[in-house]
């Protein structure tokens, strides 16, 4: 018999509201659940907005497992989530996580890989940098994605190249588009959609986590 091997286990975690970690959690869930993968995710925010697209979530798409608990008590969602069997754990934290101190660290050291979602402009890119720097500082594996990235606008790349210095930048964005947003009411990521716009983007990102966790073929 084969041994599962534990879980690799990816936070979403950023000092900024609004920047896509939700977002970003269950569209890399869908591309693993379409790629075989038995995938798990955490929803560690009383809000509870991945908690809602799950419950969206078609009969017929392929299964994500879901598990909710609060910032601190997550210890028995992820048991819960290791007796599972799970290859892949996708957790999602709440805006301001930097107010549940020692929770936040702890989770960003069980984490395989931690990612910062960053929009384009204004203070996010500065925020996002000031966050890598913490999980640097915690010993974390960590790279920034930039999300709703506007392609032509002026501070695109501007913004790539001071993502990029302030430590690892995930090399695909993904562009603030429409079909992205909507996938929020409807339990599935882009991939699951017919001929949406943004599933290079994800396809990009969730070939990124994949070679960084060193993730191969799933089991099946
Ligand atoms: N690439 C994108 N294109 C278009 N809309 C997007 C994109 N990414 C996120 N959004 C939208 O931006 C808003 C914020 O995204 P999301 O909820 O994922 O952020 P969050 O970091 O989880 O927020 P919070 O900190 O409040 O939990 C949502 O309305 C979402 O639909
Ligand atoms: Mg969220």
Request: aromatic share 8%; charged share 25%; net charge neutral.
């Amino acid at each position: 018999m084969k041994m599962r091997l534990k879980a690799k286990k990816v936070l979403l975690t950023s000092a900024k509201g609004g920047s896509g970690k939700t977002t970003t959690a269950y569209n890399l869930a869908a591309f693993a659940a379409n790629d075989g993968f038995k995938v798990g995710i955490i929803d560690l925010d009383t809000q509870g907005a991945l908690t809602s697209w799950w419950r969206m979530r078609p009969a017929e798409a392929p299964e994500i497992r879901h598990f909710h608990a609060g910032m601190n008590d997550f210890g028995r969602a992820f048991e819960a989530a290791e007796r599972a069997e799970l290859d892949l754990v996708i957790v999602d934290t709440p805006p301001a996580v930097e107010a549940f101190d020692g929770a936040i660290r702890l989770l960003v050291r069980l984490a395989d890989i931690c990612l910062v979602p960053s929009n384009q402009g204004g203070v996010d890119p500065s925020v996002a940098t000031h966050w890598l720097k913490f999980l640097k500082r915690e010993g974390a594996r960590a790279a920034c994605i930039l999300n709703r990235a506007k392609t032509n606008s002026r501070s695109f790349q501007p913004t790539k190249i001071e993502l990029q210095f302030a430590g690892k930048l995930c090399p695909f964005e993904v562009r603030d588009l429409e079909d992205i947003k909507e996938t929020v009411t409807l339990g599935v990521g882009v991939v699951e959609l017919v001929k949406a716009n943004g599933v290079g983007d994800y396809r990009g990102v969730w070939a990124f986590v994949r070679s960084e966790l060193g993730l191969g073929e799933a089991e099946g």
